[in-house]
């Protein structure tokens, strides 16, 4: 059985009640079965994948991996992953780097695949900084699932310190 996040109202009190229960809500969910199974496979996996290819030939991690990105409605575009994935990110040509979703450009940083002989893959820490935006990601598209302007908040929660801390113009 997983586990639904509870959002009773819409608008300000549904943001308030959700604020307030969040951490345990958020806690209940990534305790779930479904996303116990799926972080488990993918912290026993990961350290042995050393090429795109090899990622993307694995859809299970594929799908826990393109979640921790917000990308999980390209799962079935192989090629086109694969290609972001070992073009990597330091060359100016790059295809992550073309893209205006910049989204592809920090899978494929994470990653690693293109840039250096040896992947980030193989990091101690990686599997944990990948699981951690899968859960976040997750947990916010389940309540996405109750109250889509829910998720909206959180994900502007998310993202508006990093757009923040971006160095720009005045005038941007």
Avoid at 24 to 35: D, E
Avoid at 114 to 128: E, H, I, K, Q
């Amino acid at each position: 059985m997983s586990f639904t996040p509870v959002v009773p109202f819409g608008g300000y009190p549904g943001w308030s009640f959700l604020i307030r229960s969040r951490e345990a809500q958020k806690a209940a969910f990534v305790a779930s079965a479904s996303v116990q199974r799926d972080e488990a496979y993918f912290r026993e996996k990961i350290g042995g994948v050393s090429t795109a290819q090899a990622l993307v030939a694995d859809r299970r991690l594929l799908s826990v991996a393109l979640a921790a990105f917000g990308l999980e409605a390209d799962i079935d575009n192989r090629y086109f992953l694969r290609k972001v994935l070992e073009d990597g990110t330091l060359k100016s040509d790059a295809l992550g780097n073309k893209l205006a979703d910049k989204r592809y450009l920090e899978f494929s940083k994470a990653f690693g695949f293109g840039d250096y002989a040896t992947p980030r893959t193989v990091l101690s820490d990686f599997a944990d900084t990948i699981l951690a935006s899968y859960e976040t990601r997750r947990f916010e598209a389940a309540v996405g699932a109750q109250d889509n302007s829910m998720r909206l908040a959180l994900n502007a929660e998310r993202e508006l310190g990093a757009l923040a801390r971006r160095a720009v113009s005045d005038d941007a």
